[in-house]
């Protein structure tokens, strides 16, 4: 054997190594990737799953919290209820239809009641009916009626200054007596007396609904009071002032055409002119 073929041996012999190494490593390198895929699948399943785990103990954590708010609120709510309506035909009437007792299981704060009766307004006092304004409170099975320190008030007639809108009281017979109280917590409620229905409920922190002018009338009723001012207004009529201006005119020629032996002032009082004595032609000496 001569040296060229030990040297295409030799060769040949690192070329199929060099071959099989390279299969090797690349069957080497498919495992690892494949291995690897299935650890990144791993690794996003559990992240999937934790998110989802997350997820559901923030749910179960709000769910937790919305339960402790409501049972707060159970317990620390108010309930108003009107007792004992009068028949229809007295209904209406501010001193008949104003008994609400609070059978809730927590004070009503600064109760108040609004009512609307053929166009006219009430609301409810307390200390202010002896002219001293202060809020009135109801504890858990209290009652306001008529009395020498809360009685219904006559506010006004509707759609005026105080009016605080029909959200607050509506002209309707299902919606003329409304009752409003707040809690210990900061929530606030409108009861509706006439129908019993479930009170509605501002959220403490919440946007204000549009019966928040229960409180204070103004918030409601400055729109009101723009819409009547501006059609008070529109319906005063425009006066032709041409006649004063020909009487004025008239009156001034008068004036200029008066006798000259007459001097009339502007106070329209006519004076005579003062009359000017001539000298007398004697000298005075008797002559």
């Not at 040296?3 to 690892?32: E, K, P, Y």
């Not at 620390?76 to 209904?91: C, H, N």
């Not at 006219?120 to 099975?141: I, M, R």
Request: aromatic residues 6%; negative net charge; hydrophobic residues 45%.
């Amino acid at each position: 054997m001569d040296t060229t073929t030990v040297i295409v041996a030799i060769t040949a012999g690192g070329v199929g190594l060099a071959l099989i190494a390279i299969m090797v490593a690349i069957v080497l390198l498919v495992r690892h990737n494949r291995a690897f895929a299935r650890d990144m699948r791993r690794l996003v399943d559990n992240n999937a799953a934790l998110e989802t785990a997350a997820s559901q103990q923030a749910d179960a954590a709000h769910d937790l919290i919305e339960q402790l708010r409501r049972e707060a609120t159970v317990a620390t709510m108010p309930v108003l209820i009107l007792l004992d309506e009068p028949p229809i035909g007295i209904r209406d009437q501010p001193w008949a239809a104003v008994r609400v007792r609070n059978v809730g299981n927590g004070s009503a704060l600064n109760f108040v009641v609004w009512m609307r009766v053929a166009g006219n307004l009430y609301h409810s006092a307390g200390a202010e009916a002896k002219g001293v304004t202060q809020d009135l409170h109801l504890a858990v099975g209290d009652t306001f009626e008529p009395g020498p320190f809360q009685n219904m008030l006559y506010v006004g007639q509707e759609h005026g200054h105080l009016d605080p809108g029909d959200a607050v009281v509506g002209d309707d017979p299902s919606a003329n007596l409304m009752a409003f109280c707040g809690d210990a917590v900061g929530n606030r409620y409108r009861f509706n007396l006439r129908t019993g229905d479930p009170a509605g409920v501002w959220d403490r922190g919440a946007d204000a609904p549009p019966w928040a002018g229960a409180w204070d009338p103004r918030l409601s009723s400055a729109r009101g009071m723009q819409r009547e001012t501006k059609t008070v207004w529109a319906s005063v009529p425009e006066h032709d002032t041409r006649p004063l201006v020909e009487a004025l005119q008239d009156l001034l020629t008068a004036l200029r055409d008066a006798t000259p032996d007459e001097h009339i002032g502007m106070l329209g009082r006519v004076n005579r002119r003062p009359r000017v004595t001539e000298p007398s032609g004697d000298s005075g000496t008797g002559s």
